[in-house]
């Protein structure tokens, strides 16, 4: 079935099908396996330059002049599409589109007799990532450990004071941290594009709190880092729990069990597994630990696709119908959140292999930092 | 009409919306006046925390054991959907959707009898900016002079070397620019998101290229900076042309014909006057110049409106049918471009007042750097 979108290069799918970022959305045709795309005079030069070059440029002037002959009040792109798609012959057939194609956009080429059938994964083939991608992933890991071991290192050399942490004279705040972490990896040509979490206490315990004010002593220090790599898009994703000074018994436990759970996942980690299987060894290790999985406990999936999304297919969660593959990268993260005691979560990225998996995030999972 | 939007924060208008970042597809209703936002429960903690108080937050856990009652092969968000549109009364009524509505979304409700209408500008107050945004953009581009200054310093202290422009004995190119401006506006929390343009030489004289290798004295620099603050997601966009060394006679008159054509434009700027009136006002002057409008010479727009998106409307195009009212914020931004001769481009940012305009860059555009 011949393939169709539009969008600019923030759209994941367009940026993984050209290679280089356009500003202003383009038509892509994929028919009978020649790709094409058709944009703006103005980006041809760009694209020959920097875009793959199996994908075929041709400027979008022509087509308008025919758009404008078109009457009724359908704005420029819905003309457009209706004379992309007669001249491609596009028309009498049947066309996958995304569902990020844009709904007028569609309603026009309907009306018109397309016949265009959505898909919910409209390239499948971003799942199995190539030897590239998992190599810009690899070196993001790599960068973002050095981000972890600077946390660890800043949380040493602190002391506690009362209710507070004192780093060099200056309470220790979740703002301070990120723009540490900001700086830290921004040299490695990371960007923070999605917003990090460094919490503690009771921002611990709810899991997609970004964490702010200042960081306490004794309770769980979630860290959660997804930056992007601002020269091939790509994104990491890494998360490490710390208590500065002593954690309760029951954290001790939360972080054992969080700590079996991953490598439960990982010892169900193979070709041919179903996600859903690899999440179930991580909630049957949570549960023999004695802690609770659903409504609260391990309330979230134990982790997600990564590339140039940070939450993309294969997802791993109860709900999942998906069988691993080689080349598929994604993230290992249970975790255990209780209101009263804080969250602890630890996430790695690992890419399935012919012979069961590789962890691209190896690093310490130590709690406590004295 | 209501107003139903579906999609994470990366999206500008879910981001106007709720003014904080959520990195999952959720479910924004406006019906009546009253705001809803249908969310992950594990969201809702930080929705409160961080997100606009006038929008309620509720969590979509109960819609889905709903939704799982739906028989059919239709994924989770769609059955979600259907279920949030019969629980809020929707399904007898014409509701506004953006374009960018997840298109299968949109084909299982109309399947089930809702009348979705697609917005072509879904938050058309967008376009008039409140005094806080006008604040971020403003607060950008003084950032944003910061890196201009630092180019012109940066070419001012280099030398001519025959066909090379030296710098600490290094030869001055694209990248090595690109990476210190990065550095620079990173310190001033803003993100290049988008890929700025630092080009010169053949490069310039195509307008999208965003330019590599060495920096050729002698011809035009186009420089075009658009970060993104990382604080509060407001673009900037400006750019300067400049020529180390020596200009050509052409270049001289290109140049002062695009600085005419810019004031020309501004001269134009007021409250009612339509945004193509103003595009046409700096072509009449390019014209006027001697030079060409259209297929060569001035091949691109006046401008863009700027905010959550680089571009975003009303923007200023002979195409335009927008009437500029106070609080629009666009870009004036005229160009010429000679594959012989190369580019000059001279962009600022203007917020439209009562009054007339006020220019948000005020920035000398010399040309020439000795």
Same sequence: chains 1, 2.
Avoid: W
């Avoid at 030069?45 to 022509?62: I, T």
């Avoid at 941290?177 to 919490?199: A, N, P, Q, R, T």
């Avoid at 930056?227 to 000074?245: E, I």
């Amino acid at each position: 079935m011949p393939r169709v979108h539009l969008a600019n290069t923030e759209n994941a799918d367009m940026y993984y099908l050209i290679g280089t970022r356009i500003p202003d959305p383009f038509f892509f045709l994929e028919v009978e396996g020649k790709r094409t795309a058709i944009l703006n005079a103005l980006e041809i030069g760009a694209f020959k330059e920097h875009a793959d070059p199996s994908v075929d440029a041709v400027p979008l002037e022509p087509f308008l002049t025919d758009a404008r002959m078109i009457g009724g009040t359908q704005n420029r792109l819905c003309k457009l599409a209706l004379v992309v798609f007669e001249k491609y012959g596009l028309m009498k057939k049947e066309v996958a589109v995304p569902r990020a194609f844009p709904l007028d956009v569609a309603d026009a080429l309907r009306e018109a007799g397309a016949r265009l059938i959505v898909q919910h994964l409209f390239l499948p083939e971003r799942r199995i990532k190539t030897k590239t991608e998992i190599g810009y992933i690899r070196e993001n890991l790599e960068s973002t450990k050095v981000a972890f071991s600077y946390i660890e290192e800043t949380l040493r050399n602190s002391e506690i004071d009362g209710s507070r942490i004192m780093h060099r004279g200056k309470e220790l705040t979740s703002e301070f941290l990120k723009e540490e972490v900001e700086k830290v990896l921004f040299d490695l040509k990371l960007d923070d594009v999605e917003g990090m979490i460094i919490s503690s206490g009771a921002q611990a315990a709810m899991p997609h709190h970004k964490g702010k004010g200042a960081i306490l002593p004794n309770t769980t220090i979630i860290c959660d880092i997804f930056f992007r790599n601002r020269r091939n898009q790509y994104f990491g994703d890494m998360t490490r729990t710390y208590v500065k000074g002593m954690a309760s018994e029951t954290v001790m436990r939360m972080h054992a069990a969080v700590s079996r759970a991953q490598d439960a996942a990982f010892a169900a980690l193979k070709p041919g597994a179903s996600a859903k299987s690899v999440f179930e060894a991580s909630a049957h290790a949570i549960r023999e630990a004695g802690f609770d999985v659903g409504e609260k406990g391990y309330i979230h999936s134990l982790g997600h696709g990564l590339g140039l999304e940070l939450h993309e297919a294969p997802n791993a969660s109860p709900h999942s119908t998906e069988t691993l593959v080689p080349g598929n990268v994604i993230t290992v993260e249970p975790g255990l959140y209780y209101p009263q005691d804080g969250g602890v979560r630890i996430e790695d990225v690992v890419v399935v292999t012919e012979r069961g998996y590789e962890n691209l995030t190896d690093h310490p999972r130590d709690l406590i930092i004295p």
